[in-house]
């Protein structure tokens, strides 16, 4: 976490960008393309169903990408909470499809990396940035 403090304009930042890097790092996807949304539009979870073809997808590796997201989620990304809880529900057992759709989820602060919170001094009158 990265916090920045600017005397001048009486204000703070609060960042994640060096844990999402070490994310994209565990999770080779250093090199990742963007994302400006958090899901596919249309993407509708489900539980796997083998019978149509579904393939499971390494649930532990699932889980560690799910705990890494909800990790940053609360601290300073919480417009992706709601997705991590969603996909979080499919962590026993996890599809492909739940796979891709974690790795969509993971671009999504790459291509948001000045996403912060910031706290101005309210005597100031600062509008919200």
Request: charged share 30%.
């Given at each position: 976490m990265t916090?920045?403090?600017d005397r001048n304009n009486r204000s703070i930042a609060i960042d994640q960008i060096g844990c999402i890097n070490r994310v994209h790092d565990l999770f080779?996807?250093?090199d990742c393309r963007k994302r400006s949304t958090l899901m596919e539009i249309g993407y509708k979870p489900h539980v796997i169903q083998p019978e149509?073809?579904?393939q499971p997808f390494d649930a532990r590796k699932f889980q560690k990408a799910i705990g890494s997201v909800?990790?940053?989620a609360l601290g300073t990304l919480p417009d992706i909470t709601y997705e991590t809880s969603v996909l979080g529900r499919y962590a026993a057992q996890p599809s492909t499809l739940h796979g891709e759709t974690v790795k969509h989820l993971l671009r999504y602060?790459?291509?948001t990396p000045h996403n912060r919170f910031t706290s101005y001094d309210p005597s100031l009158?600062?509008?919200s940035k």
């Open positions: 916090v920045t403090r080779e996807m250093a149509l073809g579904e909800l990790y940053a602060p790459r291509g009158g600062h509008d």
